[in-house]
């Protein structure tokens, strides 16, 4: 069991107080491989994790955006791994040739690796870079070195990062404001997508609707779509973003959502102490890490558990976090393709002046209302996410991920825990449950419990999650070919081009 909390100093120091280019001595007194946390790929994770909390205290939340850092981060650490593998071929970095096998030693795989890693994150969360240095002196390793030499692990680890860089440059992300239709501002609307619903104007309740937020000193402002032009972002291990497109949601007078709006209704108005905790810890809250985060956290569990090699998890990293990342492209494809509403219009719509019972926002609990008046299970400053519902990011991601986890373990066994001490803490202050352990017993069901958690705190309908769920696990499996072309099995590429 462990409590989710960033503890991000002292997570970070005691990364630090590691002797980090380790050799562990058995009871015989030999050198053997450092495992688990110890092992310089885990060390690398916690350093991303870090750093993509920080980006949510700064930025606020983007998932997609931090999906694609952390997705590209594992790629760069991969691609200057391989170099020093058997087999592995890597993705982005071109005229490097493999090492010899005399120097295909541990040592090396770890600089190469950490220039990879230091490199590719100091691009991509630029605002610790700091951090990162910092971490490279208590390696012992040189944050300054730029050798491009080929021969060597360090010149191979920039290389690596550079490559990966230089690829991914006007890949559809806008990271540096130049898409045709920008203006010069990283992740500006170049595709122009204009919602047809405003805040103050219903045009269509099939179509999403911003909503106004508290800014938390007593005004409100509507957030705009969040990265509207993700759908147009080059994939990694997939042939295109649609390539899964879900089928339409459920028309605006079918039965069907009928009974999935009043499904959500139902749950919310009963949400128990332990699903309230489910909805906060799958939300995350203060540092959230998002998604892909989360789904990184979940996987350096199983490098604990497993107590895995650096050589293990450079490849566990590398096929869960491009699941992740190809994940959001997928979701936003089906996204922005249907535009559709999310509960807290669809709520309104049908139940508008009839009296309906639910929770009445922070302070109130559950109650009588009009219809019109229902919200999500969120604190005010953030009362649902920025963009249209169908299909659920969280389903997406979570069935990916827990998916991706499945086939790389060989087991759908997970077996870990987490404790929830204030349940209600980050939505009802005022309202604070008691502590719960939520149990993760299977990759699949801690996905499945990421989705249902979404319709429980009202954000989502069935159909999102559902579709969600079942689009996640179709980009893992896509993906997984494209790992074992890239871990050089030859047996599963050949079954991929079948």
């Given at each position: 069991?462990?409590?989710?909390?960033f503890?991000?100093?002292?997570?970070?120091?005691?990364?630090l107080?590691?002797n980090?280019?380790?050799?562990?001595?058995?009871?015989?007194?030999?050198i053997k491989?450092?495992?688990?946390?110890?092992?310089?790929?885990?060390?690398?994770?916690?350093i991303?994790?870090?750093a993509?909390?920080?980006?949510?205290?700064r930025?606020?939340p983007?998932?997609?955006?931090?999906?694609?850092?952390?997705?590209?981060?594992?790629v760069?650490?991969?691609?200057?791994?391989?170099?020093?593998d058997?087999?592995?071929i890597?993705?982005?970095?071109?005229?490097?040739?493999?090492?010899?096998n005399?120097?295909q030693?541990?040592?090396?795989?770890e600089?190469?690796?950490?220039y990879?890693?230091?490199n590719?994150?100091?691009?991509?969360y630029?605002?610790?870079?700091?951090?990162?240095?910092?971490?490279?002196v208590?390696?012992g390793?040189?944050?300054?070195d730029?050798?491009?030499?080929?021969?060597?692990?360090?010149?191979?680890?920039n290389?690596?990062?550079?490559?990966?860089?230089?690829a991914?440059k006007?890949?559809?992300?806008n990271?540096?404001g130049?898409?045709?239709g920008?203006?010069?501002?990283?992740?500006?609307?170049?595709?122009n997508?204009?919602?047809v619903?405003s805040?103050?104007?219903?045009k269509?309740?099939?179509?999403?609707?911003?909503k106004?937020f508290s800014?938390g000193?007593?005004?409100?402002?509507?957030?705009?779509?969040?990265?509207?032009?993700?759908n147009?972002?080059?994939?990694?291990?997939?042939?295109?973003?649609?390539?899964?497109?879900?089928?339409?949601?459920?028309?605006?007078?079918?039965?069907?959502?009928k009974?999935?709006?009043?499904e959500?209704?139902d749950l919310?108005?009963n949400?128990?102490?332990?699903?309230?905790a489910?909805v906060?810890f799958?939300?995350?809250?203060p540092?959230?890490?998002?998604?892909a985060?989360?789904?990184?956290?979940?996987?350096?569990?199983?490098?604990?558990?497993?107590?895995?090699?650096?050589d293990?998890?450079?490849?566990m990293?590398?096929?869960?976090?491009?699941t992740a990342m190809?994940?959001?492209?997928?979701?936003?494809?089906t996204?922005m393709?249907?535009?559709?509403a999310?509960?807290?219009a669809?709520v309104?719509?049908?139940?508008?002046?009839?009296?309906i019972?639910?929770?009445?926002?922070?302070?109130f609990?559950n109650?009588?209302?009009k219809?019109?008046?229902?919200?999500?299970?969120?604190?005010?400053?953030?009362?649902c996410p920025?963009?249209p519902?169908?299909?659920?990011g969280?389903s997406?991601?979570?069935?990916?991920?827990?998916?991706?986890?499945k086939?790389?373990?060989g087991?759908?066994?997970?077996?870990?825990?987490?404790i929830?001490?204030?349940?209600?803490?980050?939505?009802?202050?005022n309202?604070?449950?008691k502590?719960v352990?939520?149990?993760?017993?299977?990759?699949?069901e801690?996905?499945n419990?990421a989705?249902?958690?979404?319709?429980m705190g009202?954000?989502h309908i069935?159909?999102?999650?559902?579709?969600?769920?079942?689009?996640?696990?179709?980009?893992?499996h896509e993906?997984?070919k494209?790992?074992?072309?890239?871990?050089?099995?030859?047996?599963m590429?050949?079954?991929?081009?079948?």
């Open positions: 069991m462990k409590t989710y909390k503890l991000f100093k002292v997570l970070f120091f005691s990364i107080s590691v980090t280019f380790a050799q562990v001595k058995d009871n015989k007194n030999q491989e450092p495992t688990g946390e110890n092992n310089m790929a885990y060390k690398w994770s916690q991303a994790v870090i993509t909390g920080n980006d949510t205290d930025f606020k983007r998932p997609t955006v931090t999906s694609r850092f952390l997705g590209l981060t594992f760069a650490v991969f691609d200057a791994w391989s170099r020093y058997q087999k592995a890597p993705v982005y970095l071109k005229n490097t040739e493999r090492r010899p005399k120097e030693t541990l040592k090396n795989k600089i190469a690796i950490s990879a890693a230091y590719a994150l100091c691009e991509y630029f605002s610790d870079k700091d951090l990162f240095a910092a971490f490279m208590k390696l390793l040189d944050p300054n730029k050798s491009l030499d080929p021969k060597t692990p360090a010149g191979i680890g290389l690596a990062a550079k490559a990966v860089i230089e991914r006007h890949d559809g992300s990271q540096y130049e898409e045709n920008s203006n010069g501002t990283p992740y500006f609307n170049y595709v997508y204009n919602p619903n805040p103050d104007e219903m269509d309740v099939a179509h999403w609707q911003p106004y800014d000193k007593g005004g409100k402002f509507a957030p705009g779509c969040a990265t509207p032009f993700w147009k972002v080059k994939p990694v291990g997939l042939k295109s973003g649609d390539q899964f497109r879900p089928i339409p949601p459920p028309a605006l007078d079918s039965e069907q959502l009974n999935e709006v009043k959500l209704l919310q108005y949400l128990t102490n332990e699903q309230k489910l906060e799958m939300r995350d809250g540092k959230s890490v998002q998604q985060g989360h789904w990184l956290k979940f996987a350096e569990d199983v490098s604990r558990r497993d107590n895995h090699t650096l293990q998890d450079v490849k990293f590398f096929y869960n976090q491009v190809d994940c959001f492209i997928a979701c936003w494809d996204k393709f249907y535009d559709f999310r509960p807290y669809l309104h719509y049908y139940y508008k002046d009839q009296t019972k639910a929770w009445g926002g922070p302070g609990g109650i009588e209302m219809g019109q008046d229902w919200r999500p299970y969120s604190p005010d400053i953030f009362l920025a963009f519902g169908y299909v659920s969280h997406t991601i979570s069935g990916g991920c827990g998916e991706a986890l086939l790389w373990t087991s759908d066994t997970f077996g870990e825990s987490a929830c001490s204030t349940p209600g803490s980050m939505t009802e202050p309202n604070i449950g502590p352990v939520l149990k993760f017993p299977t990759f699949t801690t996905a419990m989705g249902i958690s979404r319709v009202g954000y069935q159909a999102d999650n559902v579709q969600g769920l079942k689009l996640g696990r179709n980009v893992a993906v997984w494209f790992y074992n072309k890239h871990i050089g099995n030859k047996t590429e050949t079954i991929a081009e079948n």
